[in-house]
């Protein structure tokens, strides 16, 4: 019970949504990113980097997992989703599991999320949301752009917010799930991302580029011999009443080419009504 009160002194209201679903994270070829050499330079790796995105919409869907840590104030709250996405139609769907007691209880079923192009829905969202409706959110009028409210970042908005990278340093070779691949380290700016992110995307982007204290997010991008993303983890911090958190958002993209079907419920199963804080 003392966990649960810490909590949710720790978030307070400008991390309600985040807290909520807690109720309810170039080349191509044999010269591409897995190969390159120790004396890749930095505006090699930054290149290689920013054309991640394409790479990904050239292959089209893919396997996700994701990871999203946040520590504010001495606690530290992990949340997992798995799904899939289609990077060309830029839509996908994750389920995202609670830890134990985020939720104010021993458990809660996981959370449904499809993702679309200025969409969030969610289904078991709980805050006296009925279990068979949806809550749809525009993620373009979130101050994080979704990269942290619904406990899970949009795959395709961690990929595109690659395109604002800087400072980029290439780190070595490694292997990833018995993959190939090439690590690149660097900080993304926020607002070179919004402005040169795929349309689908552009909105949500722009949302955090103004939402966030600090316009530099880092980061650490693995790359395969395609070019495509594999992994990326975002570091977030911002500030929320005066106490710091913490966000370490990972997303594992596996799989490429799966079957991804996504249908957004109508309109009728969408909820309309108050929402608990």
């Known amino acids: 019970m003392v966990v649960q009160r810490q909590q949710r002194r720790c978030y307070g209201r400008g991390l309600s949504a985040m807290v909520v679903v807690a109720v309810a994270l170039t080349a191509g070829g044999c010269s591409g990113p897995a190969g390159a050499s120790a004396d890749v330079g930095a505006d090699a790796a930054?290149?290689?980097v920013r054309k991640a995105?394409?790479?990904l919409t050239r292959a089209g869907t893919s396997k996700a997992r994701t990871s999203m840590e946040m520590a504010t104030g001495g606690t530290r709250v992990t949340i997992r989703g798995e799904g899939a996405y289609d990077f060309a139609a830029r839509h996908g769907q994750l389920k995202v599991v609670l830890p134990k007691d985020a939720a104010g209880g021993s458990r809660h079923r996981p959370i449904t999320e499809l993702l679309a192009p200025g969409a969030l829905y969610m289904k078991n969202r709980g805050a006296g949301v009925p279990a068979d409706k949806w809550v749809r959110v525009d993620t373009t009028t979130l101050a994080d752009g979704n990269l942290v409210t619904g406990g899970a970042t949009d795959p395709a908005a961690a990929a595109e917010l690659l395109r604002g990278a800087e400072r980029v340093a290439y780190v070595g070779e490694e292997e990833l799930a018995g993959v190939p691949v090439t690590h690149y380290r660097g900080v993304t700016d926020l607002g070179r991302a919004a402005r040169t992110a795929s349309p689908q995307v552009r909105g949500a982007l722009a949302a955090a580029a103004k939402g966030f204290a600090d316009d530099e997010v880092p980061f650490d991008a693995?790359?395969?011999?395609?070019g495509r993303l594999r992994k990326v983890r975002h570091r977030f911090s911002f500030t929320n009443e005066g106490r710091t958190v913490a966000v370490a958002s990972t997303t594992l993209l596996y799989d490429f080419g799966v079957p991804?079907?996504?249908q957004l419920p109508p309109r009728k199963d969408i909820?309309?009504?108050?929402i608990e804080a």
């Open 46 to 48: 930054a290149a290689a």
């Open 271 to 274: 909820y309309a009504g108050k």
């Open 53 to 55: 995105p394409d790479a």
């Open 260 to 262: 991804v079907v996504v």
């Open 222 to 226: 693995y790359l395969d011999r395609d």
